[in-house]
């Protein structure tokens, strides 16, 4: 439909969408957050539900504890190994549609203790990842910032298609295997339908090493 029309039909009291549109919108405007925590970032993700920012105006007005209430995950604090099985194990428990908000440099990469042999280099190596977050602790406003990103990435989002999003492809899994402890670290030690490490090829030239393609 043409935008002046519809703009013109909106001012009348009647309002014109799609299918697409209206479950979209339902959507993003209605995310319920996992009640779950981790660590320092944690603290910025409460502070976020308060009255000074007050996620409830975007739609997360409560957070559910129980993961079977829940579709939003947000991953806030520094991941151990001790509990990257629970968390995989909670994300499972998530009905669909569910996504994942990666929040601080703990959760991204493992932060200041990524050199810690108990510290997880990312949650991405086992869950998918829709929003990432950087800061350490990111602040409340970095919060709303990426929730209103996943909202915008929601609202785009088509309902059939090649890029329908992974819950309406039934080929996509719904839930991914849970790491246990194996003789040296956790096994497997990444998820390889999420994970795939970057590549990098470093051409030296004469002897000059600093080239990096």
Request: glycine share 8%; proline share 10%.
């Amino acid at each position: 439909m043409d935008e002046a029309l519809k703009h013109e039909l909106g001012r009348q009291g009647v309002i014109a969408t799609t299918m697409q549109e209206l479950y979209n919108w339902g959507r993003k405007s209605s995310l319920w957050p996992l009640n779950f925590g981790l660590a320092c970032c944690a603290i910025e993700m409460i502070a976020t539900t308060m009255a000074r920012y007050d996620l409830a105006r975007f739609g997360a007005e409560v957070f559910r504890p129980s993961p079977r209430q829940a579709d939003l995950m947000i991953v806030a604090g520094t991941i151990t190994k001790k509990m990257a099985p629970q968390i995989v194990r909670l994300y499972n428990q998530m009905p669909e549609p569910k996504y994942v908000i990666s929040m601080g440099a703990c959760a991204i990469s493992g932060g200041p203790f990524k050199q810690g042999y108990n510290v997880l280099k990312g949650i991405d190596r086992y869950i998918p990842i829709d929003i990432y977050i950087p800061g350490c602790p990111p602040r409340p406003e970095a919060l709303l910032e990426g929730f209103m990103e996943l909202q915008k990435k929601i609202e785009v989002q088509p309902l059939t298609g090649d890029n329908r999003p992974r819950h309406l492809n039934a080929a996509e899994p719904s839930e991914f295997p849970i790491p246990k402890f194996g003789e040296h670290d956790l096994e497997p030690s990444k998820n390889p339908d999420v994970w795939h490490p970057p590549l990098v090829n470093i051409s030296l030239a004469g002897n000059d090493d600093s080239g990096i393609a």
